[in-house]
């Protein structure tokens, strides 16, 4: 198999097989190798090299993003050393071409167009691979990842981006529906502490910003914000009786309702949930916070709520408006903004439902 070089660079693509072809990796200096599969490997073979092994598979739903913050401290190590480093997986095609590209992008982050090298994202850099590999192909899940890693502007501190947090969770929920068990959030994130959810993150805004905060309605915790809040289709309700007069109405303008939403949706989980949710069941009561209340503020189910309004959410985490109150954050308060029937001052919604701030669902 052949041993490829990478255009303007000391970093080399491979297979398996590449690592007996002892003469060319003499010509081409290979000083590090970097090996990543899930196999036993014949320790021989590598005695000559600095060695380093990312065990992953060539599936779509392999985390792979995890891997890039030590595999390019691998590569920029061997680079720096004047020597040829070389990236090689089971066919030179996908594993290998995948974490070349995320070192690519990391290595002309900080660059501009009228630099050298010029910035690459991850079509230009697989372009760059092509030139000597002509079949190099990262599976669609790697790449996926990759644009990712791009759009985070190659973050070292992954676990510090909201981006990923996301990723990270959709990734476990999908797992989840797979195995029809409930997301382990113990090992969701890259580090060792687990998934963190949004508002772990630092500078996650408290809402201050012209949405609405929601409490609860018994002791006035805060629980939610409106950021915090996903959207869902409401299913329309026809008042036809029957098909027939659903055809004959079409004519004359069927009427058509929307019931009223009785939930409040949740894009993820907050930390408030946590103790919850890790105890690891498929559906379950959410309970205010508060030690003193702990009154049932809403429930989730990983798989699927529906709402009063024939919307399907899944997974369903939600809040029962009956059970929150919301107030309007300071910022939108300055507004102005005229709120028919605002009875307190602090802009509480009160046993209005909050209607107001969910119209448009």
């Known amino acids: 198999m052949s041993l490829d070089r990478i255009p303007g660079t000391n970093l080399y693509i491979g297979g398996l097989f590449t690592l007996r072809r002892k003469e060319a990796l003499r010509k081409a200096n290979i000083t590090h190798v970097l090996s990543v599969l899930r196999l036993p490997l014949d320790q021989d073979l590598f005695k000559d090299y600095e060695h380093y092994v990312v065990e992953l598979d060539d599936v779509e739903d392999e985390n792979i993003i995890q891997h890039f913050k030590s595999s390019n401290e691998f590569i920029q190590k ?31 982050a900080t660059t501009t167009p009228t630099t050298s090298p010029p910035p690459h994202d991850p079509d230009t850099a697989l372009a760059l691979i092509r030139q000597s590999r002509p079949f190099a192909e990262p599976n669609p899940g790697f790449m996926k ?26 990734r476990a929920v999908e797992e989840a529906k797979k195995l029809g068990s409930a997301p382990d959030f113990s090992v969701a994130g890259t580090s060792g ?14 809402g201050s910003g012209g949405g609405m905060t929601y409490r609860c309605r ?6 939610v914000a409106s950021p915090d809040l996903g959207e869902h289709v409401p299913r329309m309700q026809t008042t036809s009786k029957s098909f027939s ?18 939930h409040l949706f949740l894009d993820q989980p907050l930390s408030w949930m946590r103790a919850e949710l890790e105890q690891g069941k498929l559906e379950g009561r959410l309970e205010c916070p508060n030690a003193k209340c702990r009154t049932q503020v809403g429930r989730y189910a990983w798989q699927g709520l529906k709402c009063s309004c024939g919307g399907w959410m899944c997974p369903g985490i939600c ?14 308060m300055k507004g102005g903004g005229g709120s028919s029937g605002g009875g307190g001052g602090d802009g509480d919604m009160g046993n209005q439902g909050l209607k107001d701030p969910r119209e448009k669902i």
């Open 245 to 262: 007069q659903a055809v004959s109405s079409s004519s004359s303008g069927q009427q058509q309702q929307q019931q009223q939403c009785a």
């Open 193 to 206: 502490e687990g998934l963190r959810f949004p508002d772990e993150l630092e500078g996650k805004d408290e």
């Open 145 to 170: 990842q990759l644009q990712l890693y791009h759009r985070m502007g190659c973050a070292t501190d992954l676990d510090a981006q909201p981006e990923y947090q996301r990723w990270c969770y959709s």
């Open 319 to 332: 809040l029962g408006v009956g059970k929150v109150d919301g107030v309007r954050d300071k910022g939108a």
């Open 78 to 108: 061997g680079l720096d050393g004047g020597g040829g480093v070389l990236v090689h997986c089971a066919m030179g095609k996908s594993r290998s071409a995948a974490l070349i590209i995320a070192y690519l992008l990391f290595s002309t």
């Open 218 to 223: 018994r002791c006035r915790q805060r629980l």
